[in-house]
């Protein structure tokens, strides 16, 4: 069965009553009543008063039973689940968003899916399977380790939220959406399927203007919509090190002081996120995924402090 978010009752039920036309009625219906009460008036207007007292009294019980709230939809039951971003309000315990940002190609459906370790059975097309085109989130539980007292397992359920790179209102909605936010960059879009015969390790100088382009949207959206309600984290991802730095040549320091420069302008002036970190990455090292991992659980303990 599940729970009811009780807490929102009284409000729904004002907002219940307000457009109920039995509530006219029944004063109606007493004020006719009042009337044949005074000597020498219709006995009639007792029979009125019954009436409209009636009538009033069903609509009243019927605006109450309409505001009870909707039922709620236990997260556990969701995990490993494809989601909507419109269809998160009734989950229960809320979900911890996880958005994955970050122009086309740079790796953040390899992210979600490495991180979530979602079975190839269960990858769909336009989400996890190929390029993506559709928003969608995908629901995970992270196990917590326990604490002092704690009886039961402890779990936190994320929503993943991925969409498509070159879709920017897909991008600034995710930005927007979300508690945890981890922007994806690279040194240029070769991906695992494209890499015979081309220059893994060479940086695309085209590529990073455009991430610099795309740091800088996300940047004003955010300063925009979240100055009052900040997001926990952000966390800069430079991904496809197993190529960048292939021969740990002079070009890759380049790429990372390019990287800690942006992240450095956020830090000094990003005033829409509590915090900002960031790591060198690559998906294809399950090492990076559990640095990943305790990124988030870091920001998630700082938010429970
Ligand atoms: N070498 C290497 N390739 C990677 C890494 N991460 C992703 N890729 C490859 O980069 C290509 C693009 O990855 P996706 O995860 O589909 O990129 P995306 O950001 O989801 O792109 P869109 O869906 O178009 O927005 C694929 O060929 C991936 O295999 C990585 O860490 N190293
Ligand atoms: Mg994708």
């Not at 690279?186 to 399927?193: L, T």
């Not at 966390?235 to 002079?250: E, M, P, R, T």
């Amino acid at each position: 069965m599940g729970k009811k978010d009780w807490s929102k009752y009284p409000g729904r039920l004002v907002k219940s009553y307000a457009g109920l036309p039995g509530v006219g009625l029944t004063i109606s219906g007493f004020l006719l009543g009042a009337a044949a009460l005074i000597p020498g008036v219709n006995i009639a207007g007792s029979i009125i008063l019954g009436i409209g007292a009636g009538i009033g009294g069903v609509s009243i019980l019927g605006g109450a039973i309409s505001a009870i709230p909707q039922e709620f939809r236990e997260a556990v039951q969701l995990v490993g689940k494809y989601e909507t971003l419109d269809s998160l309000a009734d989950i229960d315990p809320p979900l911890y968003k996880i958005g994955i940002v970050g122009i086309s190609r740079s790796g953040k459906s390899t992210l979600t899916k490495s991180f979530c370790r979602i079975p190839e059975e269960k990858r769909e097309e336009g989400k996890t399977e190929g390029k993506t085109t559709e928003l969608y989130v995908y629901i995970y539980g992270l196990f917590l380790s326990p604490k002092e007292g704690d009886t039961v397992n402890n779990t936190k359920f994320l929503g993943f939220i991925d969409g498509d790179g070159a879709a920017y209102y897909q991008q600034l909605k995710i930005a927007q959406e979300s508690d945890f936010l981890c922007v994806v960059v690279d040194h240029n879009s070769i991906g695992k399927e494209s890499h015979k015969n081309r220059n893994i390790a060479q940086i695309d100088k085209d590529r990073l203007t455009k991430h610099e382009e795309f740091l800088d949207q996300i940047y004003q959206h955010l300063k925009n919509q979240r100055k009052e309600n900040p997001l926990s984290r952000i966390h800069f991802l430079l991904n496809k090190k197993d190529f960048w730095n292939k021969n740990g040549s002079q070009s890759s320091n380049e790429l990372e002081s390019w990287f800690e420069t942006h992240i450095n302008k956020w830090r000094d002036t990003a005033l829409f996120t509590k915090s900002i970190s960031f790591d060198y990455h690559s998906n294809q090292e399950v090492e990076y995924i559990q640095k990943f991992e305790s990124e988030i659980l870091n920001a998630l303990t700082a938010e429970d402090a």
